[in-house]
Every structure is written in C-alpha cells, then in structure tokens.
C-alpha cells in the first residue's frame, strides 16, 4: 500500500509508471514514517487521496525535481516544477545559487515564484536555446460588437462567454495617432485598441473593472476578442544569459497575457531584442533590472519592452548599457499600453534614446532619467520627472 510511483499524470494523478521510489529527492528515505498510500501538500491538495506525513508548507526546494546548479540540462525538471506547484495551488520553487543550463524554452506557469538561495544564472545549452522562459498560450474568444463603448462607460452589452477577472481587447480602425499626424499615417499599428479587465460578466453585458481611456463606436470596430489571462507568481535573483545571435531574435523573459506578476532582481546579457518584454499584461511590478547589450551588433535590444495594450506596470530601477533602448513601450498594433510609472532609469553607452515610448503608448511616467542620449516619448500623457543627460 504504502508506494509512491516516479512518474504520473500531473494533471491526474494517475501513474503510469510502475519504477518505485524508495528516497525523496533530497536523498533521504522514503519509509513508513513519512509515507502514507501518496503525497500530501498542506493546502490539502493530494494525489489520489490520502496523505503523507511530509507536509509543505509552500515553499518547495529544486533539489526535490531534481533540479541543481550544474547538472546539465534541467529544461524538462524545471518544467515539471512550474507545472506541479501551480496545479497544487502555486508556492515559492527556491533553488540553489549556481548556473543551471537550458536546453528547451521553459513555460512558466501561475502562482509559483522562482527564488533563489543567492543569484542563480541561466544560460542556454550549447548556445542555442532563443527564449529561456516564455509564458502559456491562450485561447482567444472573438466576440462581435453590437452597442457603441464609449470612455465614460464601464458596461458593454454584447454576447460572450467571459467570466470574472478575464481580460476583453475592443479594437478600432481610428488612428490613434489622428490628433497629431496630419492626417498621414505614421505605421500600421498605431490604431485605437485597448484591454479591459472584467468584473462581472454576464451571457449579455460585460462590467469592467475601469471605463476606457479610448472610444470604441460600432461604426469604427475592428474586433473584440477576450481570453483568460495567468494569474499571479514571480521571479528574483536571477541572471539570464542570451545566445548573442544576431540571425534570430532572442528573450530572457516572456510574460505575455498575465495579471499579477512580481519581479524582484534580475539581470539580463546578449538578449538582440528584450531582457524582459511584457506583451497584454496587468499588474506587473519589478525591483531592480540590469541589461547588458552584448556585443556592438546587438545594440538593438531593450533591457524593458511594454507593449501590445498592458496596463498598470510599475518598475524601480532598469539599468541598461550597450542597448538600443533602456526602456521603450509600442507592440504590434494589438492594443495601447497604458498606465506605466518606472522610477530610476539609466542608460550607459545607449545606441538610441535612453528612455523611448512609441506612437500607440499612453500615460508613462519615467522619473529620474540619466543617460548619454535622451528620452524621446510620442503618443498621449506623457510625463519625465527629473533627467540627466550626458549627451546625444
């Protein structure tokens, strides 16, 4: 009775492998004094039923997936780890300092914040992996508009089958840019787009958390869709080694379609395009973020890039050098970021301007600038509060 199998379905529970384990990842014994018929968290989550007399207590430890510092590839231990804690519930995966390689882009999952016992550094195995951590992929609901939603109004009647917390993009063929422009279009993207956050839903109207900063009239519409974004987690004291390839774009860190994500220090080398790049996120925070560009031909990256309609992000210290940009927000045309407030941003040998927002942003605020080539910010509400500029 007392058996506990290494391999079964993470989403089930059942095993499918039939390898007994006779010791916990740490090296001690797994016997009757701490076995009971199958695991138990102390959230009350069990596989199967039953419990065991090791109970956690939210914070699990790398050693127990098998995941240390160099022990070769640990993409698919790492996996494993996101996708177990998150389905118990998240809690905090603390790892040892040390460098661990990827050898497979790791999807990171809701709930669980990545720590580590000191700075741990991640870096690609054999140079070839283009994104170390990237976010899941979501299933987007188009809906058709029916009523005018105006930037008064925090209701839209309209069909759907959202729920509470979910996020809804109202798209408009109006520029964004028409109030400036001349009436020239300056690039394809920059068009009238903006994410909602739902909080309440029913078969026939949708209740946002706020009204729209934009207007978005039946007459204009150019799509709405909305999707269920991951919430919560985090991640600190990490060091991301890129590929420094110039023939494909690379990542640190992907957060796409999160609401609730804390970051606390990373940093960030040799990545051509963004050490962090947020795309449709909300409520994303960080402490301090440090981006070297690499060499002289990946000058293009970002050490921080916003796009594609996030709101209500907040950064403290981004450091950069050798990048394009320190900081810059813009995206595909998919919707306007918006609501941005970083403080200290500073920029050594910056290709381009220190601090940047492109056309289709609203509402950054970037304080305490210093660099050697400005700041250079379009689009609508706009704000620098104290810069220091070395040059350029």
Not at 67 to 93: K, M, V, W
Not at 155 to 178: E, M, P, Q
Request: proline share 3%; hydrophobic share 35%.
């Amino acid at each position: 009775g007392n058996t506990i199998y290494d391999n079964f379905d993470r989403f089930t529970g059942v095993p499918f492998n039939a390898d007994v384990v006779t010791q916990w990842f740490d090296g001690s014994p797994m016997d009757d004094s701490k076995v009971d018929n199958c695991i138990y968290l102390k959230n009350k989550t069990s596989l199967g039923g039953g419990y065991s007399k090791r109970n956690f207590d939210g914070t699990y430890k790398g050693g127990w997936f098998g995941i240390l510092p160099n022990s070769g590839n640990i993409s698919q231990q790492l996996q494993l780890a996101y996708d177990l804690i998150s389905l118990f519930g998240g809690g905090t995966l603390l790892l040892e300092a040390g460098t661990y390689s990827f050898g497979a882009t790791v999807t990171i999952r809701g709930g669980v914040y990545l720590d580590g016992e000191g700075f741990m550094q991640f870096t690609p195995l054999n140079n070839t992996v283009a994104v170390l951590l990237t976010s899941p992929v979501k299933t987007v609901t188009a809906l058709t508009q029916t009523n005018d939603l105006l930037s008064n109004q925090t209701t839209n009647t309209i069909a759907n089958t959202a729920i509470l917390g979910d996020f809804v993009r109202y798209k408009s063929t109006r520029r964004f840019t028409t109030d400036w422009d001349n009436g020239v279009e300056i690039r394809p993207g920059y068009v009238d787009g903006e994410i909602l956050k739902i909080k309440t839903a029913t078969s026939t109207t949708l209740e946002f958390e706020n009204a729209p900063f934009l207007n978005f009239p039946v007459s204009t519409q150019d799509g709405v869709e909305f999707f269920t974004p991951t919430k919560g987690g985090g991640i600190n004291n990490v060091d991301f080694i890129g590929i420094s390839s110039t023939n494909q774009n690379n990542y640190g860190l992907i957060l796409n379609t999160w609401d609730g994500f804390k970051i606390g220090t990373l940093r960030f080398s040799n990545f051509n395009v963004a050490g962090l790049q947020i795309n449709k996120c909300m409520n994303v925070s960080w402490d301090n973020i440090y981006t070297i560009g690499g060499t002289s031909d990946l000058g293009l990256n970002y050490g921080v890039s916003i796009n594609d309609g996030s709101k209500y992000i907040n950064g403290n210290n981004v450091r950069a050098k050798g990048c394009r940009h320190v900081i810059a927000g813009g995206g595909t045309g998919y919707a306007i970021p918006m609501y941005v407030d970083v403080q200290n941003v500073i920029g050594e040998a910056s290709v381009s301007h220190t601090a940047d927002a492109h056309g289709n942003t609203a509402f950054f605020t970037y304080h305490n600038v210093v660099g050697n080539n400005g700041f250079r910010l379009s689009g609508i509400g706009h704000r620098v509060v104290k810069a220091v500029i070395n040059g350029g």
